[in-house]
């Protein structure tokens, strides 16, 4: 299967449309904040002589932290654009960053069979993918992790989406970096709640150990408070 052309495009239109600075977009918020803690959630479970792949990469803020963690990342992406941000932020090649689909299974097969199994980390992927797609975007986290790997899942909540709904209400309407997000057609917080443990579940994942979470965003509310969207994060293994 593939994205539909609509979807493409704004994540095209939205990356092609980024200057690259740091914190620009509304995700892009500091490893410390992000793939720090994450990794330390993650590490008690996985092999850390593979690699780690670094699935909606985006500029690969996250991806060049995970560098310093396992002996080889890969960010990859559906935008194009996305991996020319990360690849010129990451001027001494700490990281590799290339574009990929993660619904195009054969794709997906192919990163596999090059790399092995591989540790997964996974911010904010699925609620914001076509419902349609979804089972698609679970299938590949298990397809990459092989029998070895273990998978990093982090995804917003409903409550996120009430979260952005104040925010896009607050005086003067969406905060620059929100509005931004939809004006290219964006949809954040779209999964219900059960929706992603069901599709971990039905892609062959086994959830050895989940928890509550917040991500932090790099956008602030009128009075100075940072908007941090609930989430529920997941470490996983494939059923083999």
């Keep these: ?25 509304i995700w892009d918020s500091e490893p410390s904040l992000n793939s720090v ?48 941000h990360a690849r010129r932020a990451d001027s001494v090649g700490i990281a590799e960053f290339e574009q990929l689909n993660l619904v195009d299974g054969d794709a997906v097969q192919a990163l596999r069979e090059r790399i092995g199994d591989t540790n997964v980390y996974m911010r904010a992927v699925i609620h914001q993918s076509e419902p349609e ?10 397809t990459l992790l092989g029998v070895r790997g273990r998978a990093f899942v982090a995804e917003l909540t409903p409550a996120s989406k009430t979260v952005l709904q104040q925010a896009a209400q607050a005086p003067g309407g969406p905060p620059e970096k929100l509005r931004r997000v939809f004006e290219h057609g964006l949809r954040p917080a779209s999964a219900t709640e059960e929706e992603v443990p069901e599709l971990l579940r039905a892609a062959g994942l086994t959830t050895l150990a989940s928890g509550p979470t917040a991500l932090a965003q790099t956008e602030h509310l009128p009075d100075g408070t940072r908007i941090d969207l609930p989430a529920r994060w997941f470490v996983l293994a494939a059923d083999r």
């Design 1 to 25: 299967m593939d994205v539909s052309q609509g979807y493409r495009e704004a994540w095209e239109g939205y990356w092609s449309s980024t200057s690259g600075v740091p914190g620009e977009a």
């Design 37 to 84: 803690p994450h990794s330390e959630l993650l590490l008690p479970y996985a092999d850390t002589a593979l690699p780690v792949v670094d699935l909606g990469c985006g500029n690969g803020t996250q991806t060049r932290y995970l560098a310093t963690r396992f002996p080889r990342a890969i960010g990859v992406d559906l935008s194009q654009a996305a991996i020319g």
């Design 133 to 142: 797609a979804r089972p698609a975007v679970a299938a590949a986290v298990a």
